[in-house]
Structures are given as structure tokens and as C-alpha cells.
């Protein structure tokens, strides 16, 4: 990347941070999580171009568009952002956007389905994806972060062949998403250590709270950058490979971080009142959206028993 | 100091992996029992190849015998030979650290004297660091070595000395001055002929069956005041500098690489569920760490202070070292074609326990990373 991409995509999340910092608050998540579509914020997000970065003409780039999704993710933006730029880059419209998957004649687990002006329906090992307009919403639901996800129906869909995996496309969402988030709670951590007195000092001094958010940091660090390599792979032959090896070790990481962070702020962690929630239910749902752990470690474990035991090594010393 | 940045190797350093491979491939005699733990073989010969290619001290000044190379050129060198299971334990210490802490300090004539036969694959080093009582409290060493005119008159105790009774010389930590209320002064470095000053050297068996490690004893020792590196009194500067060094390589994720290996062969081509997603999960992880760690060498070649960001690599990798076994013998089938996967297993999973040990233990690396943290 050139310094000159470097400083547009600077400006692009510098402005943008600056939005959800303003506008994405504890009372607008509360009313998202209540169903209430937080309308102002997307007008904001789209007066300033946000749902069309990467695109053609836009004078951004898919990498920027990922910085940006991760970048939801740290700020719990509860908007179907990543879906609507997703499938802007597959089919370009305007207006909310959202995906889901592809399942008989309806379209499950659609973020903001109900809200969306275009649904795409896509499934595992397909590069067909099914582009359905105003669909209808057939049933409302929510994940378990309060995020809604619908089922609408399919019908009346178009068809349109893709040239990279969909379903490992929509689950880079997921993976730059929890990147963010892993980051905000580690952030939250560090923040509630240094604050919260008890002994007589704060628990930051505590060796114990030391090591446990040194962990934290640790697999935070792994974690953004394995996220990196996954959107590093876009243009290449080893895309869904890289994406399978992302997912799996940022979902590994969720865990982890999720359970530690909450141990560090004590009960006040377990109320609604407090916003650590929002991010750590978020992380627990996304990384089980498009594929878990599991999934993902199966698909990377089975193409490497192809390959053949002697073949490993060679497979992961890649260049980048 | 979250921030691991890509990095693209370029093509002379993938050229040279591939010569690398092929050196390998033609080297197959010294592979006799593959296992990429680092401490593990000892292999002068293969030191010597090594050393022949120019792949020991790759970083270094022409000068002094080195070849000038980068730290992604260093980097590949070393993730190939370990990941191939070559016994690299001779010259591992003297090229990865005694060799660049005699570059920053040490004396030009010292520099003379030592490096081109490291670099050779001729001189190989020990750590003279921890003692019966100093363990992870390193500035608690309590060897001593008192000035007598052009001479130095050693007394002491280090132990856990890796191939102390292999190598020819060790850098000892030590005491040139009584401890004061600051116990990080009057500590300095002093490089020991193991063969020759008359060190007394006791192999300590390990639980794994190895000797490696070694008590070394050291009784009016007289060393001459010229081996000291750097200046007298600097020595926990010094020997900070050289631990930063010995944190954020490939042998902190790799050590157990080859029960990997051998979990796939064991698996076959077509493994069960459970067998895919193992392997897939093992991957993951190590696809992760090399390229922090390779972030970590980009930082070294852009002469970048690497402590907390080098202490996290080890901490990952070091208890990912450990997790790999417990994850490879669940999925492992139980009958079959498996007494390889079984021999580096169980080799593997003894010699485990000093994975999260050697080059500063998981608690303090957790210090280091919460001090990067501004914890403390």
C-alpha cells in the first residue's frame, strides 16, 4: 500500500471513529438491541459515503473497506454495514443491503432483514448467490447480542455468479467485526484495572489481573493479526484457506478474552448498565455466524490431509 | 503494541528458502531423528555445513565474518531447518545470541577473536545465567569475579547450562562488585573457555532422557581481564538485551512441529471429522504466530526495540508449543500406521515442560507484556 492510500484510509476511519464515538452510545445500542433501527446513524454513515467503500468510482479500496468493518466491530455499530458493503460489492445499488444464507425457498439469519431494500441468499461451496428485492420478511428474529436477524423469502430472486467464495466472504465480516470488538474489550479491561481501587489500590497492580489481561493482550494481538491475513488473501487461490485459518483462530480468541475481561470487572460487568456487554454478547455471536471454529478448522484440516503430511510446512511459509 | 505489521518476504529471501529446502533434501543423513525442538540436537557437522553456506551469523558485518544479510533472510533460514526437524542445538546459542551481544558490546578484538569461528561453525556457546538460587531473579546471581591485576578470579555455580559439556565457551553473568541497594550494578559478562580454564562440568540427566543441561562449577577460575564484554559493571544491560534477542524466533512456535506432521500422516487423507478440525486448529495457530513472529524480524531490521512485542510472540508460542500434543493425541487415531506419531508424541511431550521455562519463564514474559501494557 502506497502512503497516499495509507493517509486516505487514516481519513476514512479517523472521521469515522469520530461518528460512532458521537452518535453510536450506550442508549442507541440499548434501543438497537429493542429493535428500534437507529436511522440517524446510517443517514450519517451513508451522507458520508461509508456504504460504498470499495467500490468502483469510490477511490477506496477492499482493504479499506474491511479497516472500516473492524472498525464497526470496536464500536459495536449496530447497523447492517458490513452486509450492505458486502453485497454493494457484489451487485452495486444503494440503500440498506443486507445477506444471509440460502436455505430451500428462504434466506436465513439476515441481519436487519426487515430494514433491507436488497437481501442476498448465498450458501457453503457455491459461488451462486440468489439477489432478491424488497423481500418479504417471512420471520423476525435476534441473534444472541440482541442483533435482529430475519428470514425472508427467496422468491423471485436473480441469480449472479460471483468470483470469490460468498460464504467466506460474508464470514471475513465476522472476522474483522470480532477483531474490532476483541479490542474494545481488551481496551474496557485495561481501562476498568486502572480504575477500580480494592486493597487499596487499584486491581492493575494486582499480579493476577496483570498476567490475566497480559493473556488478553496476547491473543487480542493474534487476532488482528490473523484477521489481517484473511483480507491479505482476497485476490488469491488460498482465500477461503486463509479465511478458514482466520476464523478459527479469532473465534478461539473470543473466548478467551470474553471470559478473562469479564472475571477483571466483577459483577459490574454482569449488569445491563454496563456497556462491556455489548461488545463481549457481540464477539460470543459473530463467532459463531458463517461457519464456528469447528467448521472452519475441518475445511483447513481436510485440504491439509490432501496435501499430505510433507506438503504442511510448505502450505503455511507463505510470503505474506 | 498490538500492532503486528504484514510483511511481504521478497524474492531473493524466497529464493533463498528454496536453496534452503534443497540443502535440506540433500542432507538427509543428519535428519536421523527429526524433532524441532531447538535444544534437542547436537550436531557439529551439520553446524559446520550450516556454517559453510553462510547461514550462521546471516546478519552480521562482513568484517567479522558475517554476510550482511537481513533479518527475513535470518528469519527463513531458521523456520526451514527447524521445521524440518535439523539438529541445530551446537550453534544455536552463539548465532542467535552470544554472537550479536559480542557485536553490540564486546570488544573489536573480541569481535576478532569470535565471530568468524561462530559464523564458521566452529565455536559454539553456552548461557552462564541462571545458578542453584537464581532462577527468574537473575540479578541475584551470586558468582564472583574479583579483579587481580590483568585478571579476573572466578567462583561460582551456573546451572541448566544447555551443552555446557558440548560447547567451547560460555558468557557467564557475574559479580564484579559486592551487591549494593541497586542489585543491577556491579553486575558484568565474562566469556569462559569451557575446555581449556578449567570449568567443571556435571551433565544433569533430564525427565526426558536426555543430557542437555549441566551443573558448572567454577573454583578460582582465573579468566584474563580481556574477556569481559563491554564494560565491567554493564552486564545486566547487556544481558537484557541479549534475552530480547532470544524471545520472538520460530523456535518459540515450532517445538513441537513435527508431532504435527506426523498427526497428519497418521491421519491419512481422508481423516475423520474430528481429526480435520484438530489439524485445521493446529495450523491456524501456527499460520498466526509465524507471521507475528516475521513482524517481529521487520522490526529488528528496522533496528526497532522488540522487548514486549517479542515477550508476546513467546508467550503465545511457547504455551501453543505445549497445547499442540495435548490437541494432536486426542485426534490421533489409536491403531494403524502411527508409531511414528507415537515416538515424537510422547519425545515431545517430555521434553514439554521446558518449553514455558527456558528464556524466561511464562510469568515473567507476562510481566514484560503487562508492563507494555502500562500495568506496572
Given amino acids: ?320 | 503494541m498490538l500492532q503486528f505489521d504484514r510483511v511481504n518476504l521478497d524474492a531473493q529471501t524466497e529464493k533463498l528458502r528454496a536453496e534452503v529446502r534443497a540443502f535440506l533434501a540433500d542432507n538427509k543423513a543428519h535428519l536421523t531423528q527429526p524433532n524441532s525442538d531447538f535444544v534437542t540436537g547436537h550436531d557439529p557437522a551439520f553446524s559446520q555445513k550450516l556454517g559453510e553456506r553462510g547461514w550462521i551469523g546471516m546478519t552480521w558485518p562482513k568484517e567479522y565474518g558475517g554476510g550482511e544479510r537481513s533479518f527475513f533472510e535470518r528469519y527463513v533460514v531458521t523456520e526451514e531447518i527447524l521445521a524440518a526437524g535439523a539438529p541445530v542445538s551446537a550453534h544455536w546459542i552463539a548465532d542467535r545470541q552470544s554472537g550479536p551481544l559480542l557485536l553490540r558490546y564486546g570488544t573489536h578484538a573480541q569481535r576478532q577473536t569470535y565471530l568468524p569461528q561462530i559464523a564458521g561453525g566452529q565455536a559454539f556457546f553456552s548461557i552462564g545465567m541462571s545458578e542453584p538460587d537464581t532462577g527468574s531473579d537473575l540479578a541475584s546471581v551470586r558468582t564472583t569475579a574479583i579483579r587481580e591485576g590483568d585478571a579476573y578470579r572466578v567462583n561460582g555455580t551456573k546451572i541448566w547450562t544447555t551443552d555446557a559439556h558440548r560447547n567451547h565457551f560460555i558468557i557467564c553473568l557475574v559479580r564484579t562488585e559486592a551487591a549494593a541497594e541497586n542489585r543491577h550494578a556491579g553486575l558484568s559478562q565474562i566469556i569462559i573457555d569451557l575446555k581449556n580454564d578449567g570449568a567443571q562440568i556435571r551433565p544433569i540427566a533430564n525427565m526426558a532422557g536426555g543430557e542437555d543441561f549441566n551443573e558448572v562449577v567454577f573454583e578460582d577460575v582465573v579468566i584474563p581481564a580481556d574477556r569481559v564484554v563491554g564494560e565491567p559493571g554493564n552486564g545486566w544491560e547487556q544481558v537484557t538485551s541479549e534475552l530480547a534477542y532470544e524471545r520472538s524466533g520460530p523456535e518459540r512456535f515450532l517445538s513441537s512441529f513435527r508431532v504435527f506432521v506426523e498427526l497428519i500422516r497418521a491421519c491419512g487423507d481422508d481423516p475423520a471429522p474430528h481429526q480435520a478440525a484438530a489439524i485445521g486448529r493446529i495450523a491456524a495457530h501456527i499460520m498466526t504466530m509465524r507471521r507475528m513472529s516475521i513482524s517481529v524480524a521487520g522490526m529488528l531490521e528496522q533496528d526497532k526495540d522488540v522487548g514486549v512485542e517479542a515477550a508476546l510472540v513467546k508467550e503465545l508460542g511457547n504455551n501453543f508449543e505445549k497445547v499442540l500434543p495435548e490437541i494432536a493425541r486426542l485426534a490421533a487415531p489409536e491403531r494403524g500406521a502411527v508409531q511414528a506419531f507415537r515416538k515424537t508424541f510422547e519425545e515431545t511431550l517430555l521434553l514439554s515442560p521446558s518449553f514455558t521455562l527456558r528464556g524466561g519463564t511464562r510469568e515473567i514474559l507476562r510481566g514484560v507484556i503487562a508492563r507494555g501494557l502500562g500495568l506496572r
Fill in chain 1, 1 to 320: 500500500m502506497t502512503d497516499a492510500n495509507t493517509e486516505v484510509r487514516q481519513l476514512i476511519l479517523d472521521s469515522a471513529a469520530k461518528i460512532f464515538t458521537d452518535h453510536c452510545d450506550k442508549p442507541l445500542l440499548d434501543a438497537a438491541e429493542q429493535g428500534q433501527f437507529p436511522g440517524g446513524l446510517w443517514q450519517l454513515v451513508a451522507d458520508n459515503g461509508f456504504d460504498q467503500l470499495g467500490t468502483a468510482g469510490s477511490g477506496t479500496s477492499a482493504g479499506d473497506m474491511y479497516a472500516f468493518i473492524q472498525l464497526c466491530g470496536e464500536h459495536a455499530v449496530p447497523l447492517p454495514i458490513a452486509e450492505t458493503l458486502i453485497v454493494n460489492s457484489w451487485a452495486p445499488g444503494q440503500g440498506i443491503a443486507s445477506f444471509g444464507e440460502l436455505s430451500g425457498d428462504v434466506i436465513k439469519g439476515v441481519a436487519w432483514g426487515r430494514e433491507a431494500a436488497r437481501v442476498v441468499g448465498l450458501a457453503r461451496d457455491s459461488l451462486e448467490v440468489t439477489v432478491v428485492e424488497t423481500p418479504e420478511v417471512v420471520e423476525q428474529g435476534v441473534s444472541l447480542a440482541g442483533e435482529p436477524r430475519d428470514t425472508v423469502s427467496a422468491a423471485g430472486g436473480a441469480t449472479i455468479t460471483l468470483s470469490a467464495d460468498p460464504y467466506a466472504q460474508a464470514a471475513l465480516t465476522r472476522i474483522c467485526l470480532m477483531a474490532g470488538g476483541l479490542q474494545t474489550v481488551l481496551d474496557l479491561g485495561l481501562q476498568f484495572a486502572a480504575e477500580r481501587i480494592q486493597f487499596g489500590r487499584a486491581i492493575s497492580k494486582f499480579q493476577a489481573i496483570q498476567h490475566s489481561l497480559a493473556v488478553v493482550a496476547a491473543e487480542v494481538a493474534a487476532a488482528k493479526r490473523a484477521a489481517y491475513s484473511a483480507v491479505d488473501a482476497l485476490d488469491d487461490n488460498r482465500f477461503v484457506f486463509e479465511v478458514a485459518a482466520s476464523k478459527a483462530r479469532v473465534g478461539e480468541a473470543v473466548g478467551i478474552v470474553a471470559e478473562q475481561v469479564h472475571q477483571i470487572h466483577g459483577a459490574m460487568g454482569f449488569t445491563h448498565e454496563h456497556r462491556l456487554h455489548h461488545y463481549s454478547r457481540r464477539i460470543w455471536s459473530w463467532r459463531d455466524e458463517w461457519g464456528n471454529e469447528f467448521y472452519w478448522q475441518s475445511l483447513l484440516g481436510q485440504h491439509l490431509a490432501q496435501l499430505g503430511a510433507d506438503q504442511a510446512w510448505p502450505f503455511i511459509a507463505t510470503r505474506g
